[in-house]
């Protein structure tokens, strides 16, 4: 039992570059978030999912996409990156409403 | 639109003291749920404790209580005997019953160092 795991675990872009950041969890969580944390700050919300094929944006959605295909994985897209979407990325998943949420190790993004 | 405020952004204790972080929040909610994470320097975000308003018992885990005050919308973490394994940042959070989402708003954090 893995919990929620992401990946990369650290990512250098150029402005303007794609990419997907990875998150995954083995506990069949219907519930699914995506996180952002700037320095010295708490974590804001950007996108979440309460199940397969049902996704809606959080507080931050701007810059990013997410899908729901399946109840395992919860991938975030960034069509093109920008500077101000450098931060530390985390998922976190749970059972249902107002469960606890657990959270994955993080990605670092760095985008120049 | 809720906001979580931590006062303390940092702050420092001897191994085996108690140490206490203060948190307020304000909601026109009635029914809510608190919790505290840590994140120690590895960045994993670990549940420390979770509360429920509508329960007025303080919820404890081991070493870690909380004194959760409706009326003044406060909710304290107390760490006793504190050690150095404790050291990280921690966030405490607000999520409201009626909330499709699950959605956590976090305040901006307390930084705890224990001393040996």
């Known amino acids: 039992n893995a919990g929620v795991t992401q990946t990369p675990k650290f990512q250098v872009l150029k402005t303007g570059q794609s990419m997907t950041l990875q998150c995954a969890q083995d506990?069949?969580?219907?519930?699914m978030s995506w996180y952002r944390q700037d320095p010295g700050m708490g974590l804001r919300l950007i996108h979440y999912s309460v199940g397969a094929g049902i996704t809606d944006q959080g507080e931050v959605p701007n810059g990013y996409n997410v899908s729901r295909s399946t109840t395992e994985d919860f991938p975030l897209r960034l069509l093109s990156a920008a500077p101000s979407q450098t931060s530390v990325y985390f998922c976190?998943?749970?059972?249902?409403?107002?469960?606890?949420?657990?959270f994955g190790p993080g990605t670092r993004l760095l985008v120049l | 639109a809720q906001t979580v405020t931590q006062s303390q952004p940092e702050m420092s204790v001897q191994e085996a003291e108690t140490v206490t972080l203060s948190c307020t929040y304000d909601?026109?909610?009635?029914?809510?749920?608190l919790f505290w994470y840590k994140q120690p320097p590895s960045r994993q975000m670990i549940l420390v404790i979770r509360?429920?308003?509508?329960?007025?018992q303080n919820a404890t885990e081991n070493r870690f209580s909380v004194n959760f005050q409706k009326a003044a919308k406060s909710f304290s973490l107390k760490i006793s005997d504190s050690q150095l394994g404790d050291t990280a940042m921690y966030f405490c959070a607000f999520m409201k019953q009626n909330n499709a989402g699950n959605m956590l708003t976090f305040g901006g954090g307390t930084r705890l160092m224990v001393k040996p």
């Open positions: 976190a998943s749970s059972r249902g409403p107002l469960e606890t949420q657990y």
């Open positions: 909601t026109s909610e009635n029914n809510y749920y």
């Open positions: 509360q429920e308003a509508y329960k007025q």
């Open positions: 506990m069949n969580h219907e519930y």
